[in-house]
C-alpha cells in the first residue's frame, strides 16, 4: 500500500475541532514535503498546509492561526489539527506527497470535512 490514507473527517458544528491524520509508507523515499489540499463541491482543489521533509511548514491564509500541520516520523503519520472550524471549511481534505518536479507523487482517497452553521 503506498498510497497515503487519510482518516479523522466527520460532522462537527461550526467553533468546533477535528484532527486529520495521514498514514503514508515507509518505502517512499525522496520525499520532499507533505501537503493537505481540500476540494469544495464546484471549486478548485486549494493547497491548505504543508511541512517540508525539514520541517518548515506553510498554512493558506484562510486557516493560519487555527490550522496546524505536524508529522511524527516514527508513525509514518502526517496530522492535520483543525480548530475553530467554520462551514466554508467543508470540503473533501486529501494528503499528498510531494517529491519534486517529475518524480511521481501521491493523492490519499480524501476524506469528508462538513461543518455545519
Known amino acids: 500500500q503506498v498510497q497515503p490514507v487519510e482518516s479523522g473527517g466527520g460532522l462537527v458544528q461550526a467553533g468546533g475541532s477535528l484532527r486529520l491524520s495521514c498514514t503514508y509508507s515507509r518505502i517512499i523515499f525522496g520525499i520532499n514535503s507533505f501537503d493537505w489540499y481540500r476540494q469544495a463541491p464546484g471549486n478548485q482543489r486549494e493547497l491548505v498546509a504543508g511541512i517540508k521533509f525539514g520541517g518548515w511548514t506553510n498554512y493558506a491564509d484562510s486557516v493560519k492561526g487555527r490550522f496546524t500541520i505536524s508529522r511524527d516520523s516514527a508513525k509514518n503519520t502526517v496530522y492535520l489539527q483543525m480548530n475553530s472550524l467554520k462551514p466554508e471549511d467543508t470540503a473533501v481534505y486529501y494528503c499528498?506527497?510531494?517529491?519534486?518536479?517529475?518524480?511521481?507523487?501521491?493523492w490519499g482517497q480524501g476524506t469528508q470535512v462538513t461543518v455545519s452553521s
Open positions: 499528498h506527497i510531494d517529491r519534486g518536479v517529475g518524480v511521481t507523487d501521491y
